[in-house]
């Protein structure tokens, strides 16, 4: 399976805190990838980290990846209330065809 | 823009009276995918399709239909809606260098 799991299921905050979510997987992965998801809307595409990368950022998001224990994690500096919201990941295998699935995510909630 | 557009966006419709979720992108993508997400459950994919005429099941196939006459285009076909069936429902395509996924809005379907 290309699923990953999102832990924890839930994070609750206050605003200026981190917040990090975990992401674990099965297979041998070409790159992994960010998705956040507000209330009721699609999926929008966060970040993506290769599998020849350890860490990688872009703004208040820091993405970091192990691969030899297949995890990923995602960090977010000092929350905003905007954060609010599910983040889940999608590993892409390194063989066969790419079937996007996804886990339950972690829902985020950044108190003010 | 590039974007994934599908209509309706909210639907009430009565168990048995068969219907149609739109699904349209303008990004060339050959790869295209519907999911389904209920509470506590996550994303759920139904089916996909690599390409023109090419179709697969995905977790939760039953009671849906899929065509994918051309590229741009994939609609989800509930033949006999069940209340089963009521639920947050999103189609995605992605790129083929490096799989992002492009979502769209969701469509919001209660069937009675």
């Known amino acids: 399976s290309q699923q990953g799991e999102e832990d924890p299921q839930a994070l609750s905050i206050q605003e200026g805190e981190n917040a990090t979510m975990n992401c674990s997987y099965k297979t041998s992965i070409n790159n992994l990838q960010w998705y956040r998801q507000n209330s009721g809307r699609g999926l929008v595409h966060l970040i993506l980290?290769?599998?020849?990368?350890r860490e990688k950022h872009s703004g208040r998001l820091r993405v970091t990846l192990d691969t030899s224990k297949k995890s990923s994690s995602l960090l977010i500096t000092a929350s905003r209330a905007a954060d609010t919201a599910s983040y889940f990941c999608?590993?892409?295998?390194?063989?066969?065809?790419?079937?996007?699935?996804f886990g339950r995510g972690t829902s985020l909630i950044v108190h003010p | 823009e590039a974007q994934v557009t599908q209509n309706p966006r909210y639907l009430i419709t009565v168990t048995g009276k068969k219907l149609t979720v739109t699904c349209s992108q303008n990004m060339n993508h050959e790869y295209m995918s519907w999911y389904r997400q209920d509470p506590g459950l996550g994303l759920r994919q139904i089916y996909y399709?690599?390409?023109?005429?090419?179709?697969d099941k995905g977790d939760v196939p039953e009671g849906y239909k899929v065509s994918r006459k051309e590229k741009r285009n994939f609609p989800l076909i509930l033949e006999s809606p069940s209340p089963n069936q009521t639920s947050l429902y999103f189609c995605?395509?992605?790129?083929?260098?490096?799989?992002?996924?492009?979502f769209g809005e969701g469509s919001r379907l209660t069937v009675l």
């Open positions: 980290i290769r599998s020849n990368e």
């Open positions: 999608a590993p892409r295998s390194s063989g066969g065809s790419y079937i996007p699935t």
């Open positions: 399709s690599m390409n023109v005429e090419v179709t």
């Open positions: 995605a395509s992605r790129g083929t260098n490096t799989g992002e996924l492009f």
